[in-house]
């Protein structure tokens, strides 16, 4: 996403510096009756009685290595980040995707991303929530899709994908879509019987 929406994710962290979160998201609240999350963060740091899964000591490494040579980087973040070997498709478009971005925009990016704290507006989420887990994630941890899961202040699921890495979506489609379209097909149900599913649809789905 970095290639194409590295500006407007930009331009959002600038309205949410002006107007706050909690102003930016009681103005779209009302536009969703379900969320889906995929790997899903809000915080990376490991603070008191939380794990994200990084200390303030390896993000400033992950900084400093972008700064000192960013094509070196992505190279060696691409596989790890994806969970695979760099010659696998998933990990050279990762890295074609990275490479497309100017180093200091994506050095900004990662910084807004990997210092930020969202758990304070957890408690905002007033929809169901299923939230997608890999079973092995680098940057997202199961533990943190756990907490999300006890955090939100609505009705979630975690379903955990057996699939390995950070993009699921690029490594394991087969995985994913399917994980997907479930979802979607079951949302489209419930908005069109305003009923829940019954089970044996639940079980051709599943």
């Known amino acids: 996403f970095l290639g194409k ?15 706050g979160w909690d102003s930016l998201w009681y103005r ?11 790997l899903s963060f809000y915080r990376y740091l490991n603070d008191v009685d939380y794990f994200g899964g990084f200390e303030q000591e390896d993000l400033d490494q992950l900084f400093e290595a972008m700064q000192s040579n960013f094509k070196a980087w992505v190279s060696g973040f ?4 994806v969970g695979d070997d760099m010659d696998s498709f998933a990990v050279q ?8 971005v100017r180093p200091d925009i994506a050095y900004t990016v990662a910084k807004v991303i990997f210092q930020s704290d969202f758990r304070g507006i957890l408690s905002y989420v007033t ?4 939230i997608l887990q890999s079973t092995k994630d680098l940057a997202v941890p199961v ?4 907490y999300l899961h ?7 699921i975690v379903e955990i994908l057996q699939t390995e890495g950070h993009l699921p979506q690029l490594s394991s489609p087969n995985i994913v879509i399917p994980a997907l379209k479930r979802h979607l097909l079951i949302q489209l149900w419930r ?3 305003r009923d829940e599913v019954p089970s044996v649809v639940l079980d051709l789905l599943s």
């Not at 929406?5 to 002006?18: A, D, E, N, P, T």
């Not at 929809?127 to 299923?130: E, L, M, N």
């Open 5 to 19: 929406h590295g500006y407007l994710f930009l331009w959002i962290m600038k309205v949410r510096s002006k107007i």
């Open 127 to 130: 929809v169901p929530c299923h």
């Open 150 to 156: 006890q955090h939100l202040g609505s009705k979630s």
């Open 78 to 81: 691409a596989p790890l980040a």
């Open 143 to 146: 533990v943190v899709s756990d």
């Open 191 to 193: 908005f069109r019987w």
């Open 28 to 38: 779209h609240i009302s536009c969703f009756k379900s969320n889906l999350y995929l």
């Open 93 to 100: 478009e990762f890295s074609r995707t990275l490479f497309n």
